[in-house]
């Protein structure tokens, strides 16, 4: 299993009336944290796309609401690959506010898709190598 962590602070625009982050955005966090993790292991979405032609469509997203996160509080996005990808990676998210309790979790389930057709492909190699040292 690989796991990789980052820090995200709750801005205010993010927020809704009740000073809660707004359910819509946690998405976005979820997505920081998969960006973040690929960051980790020496890639990036950008480069993934420009220079190796594979894109990752998001295929399913689920997600849990436990407790509100609050404005200004700094969350720790928690993001894990429980096994090697093959048509598609699922990332497992787990959101923590400043005291360590959970605030969110889910998934999010994407498939490898060639830039130029537009087709789908297996998991690449050049993905893979960079994540077999962690399984």
């Known amino acids: 299993m690989f796991t990789h962590k980052t820090k995200v602070r709750v801005r205010y625009g993010e927020t809704d009336q009740m000073g809660y982050l707004y359910y819509g955005n946690y998405a976005q966090y979820f997505e920081v944290g998969r960006a973040e993790m690929i960051r980790s292991i020496g890639l990036t979405y950008r480069d993934m796309e420009k220079e190796h032609g594979v894109m990752m469509p998001v295929m399913s997203?689920?997600?849990?609401?436990?407790?509100?996160?609050?404005?200004d509080e700094l969350m720790t996005i928690t993001t894990s690959l429980r096994?090697?990808?093959?048509?598609?990676?699922?990332?497992?998210?787990?959101?923590f506010n400043e005291k360590n309790k959970l605030v969110n979790g889910g998934s999010v389930k994407l498939t490898f898709v060639d830039a130029n057709t537009m087709k789908s492909v297996s998991a690449p190699n050049f993905l893979l190598e960079k994540l077999k040292p962690h399984f």
């Open 83 to 95: 096994k090697l990808p093959e048509k598609t990676i699922t990332f497992h998210h787990e959101i």
């Open 61 to 71: 997203l689920n997600m849990r609401f436990v407790r509100p996160a609050l404005y």
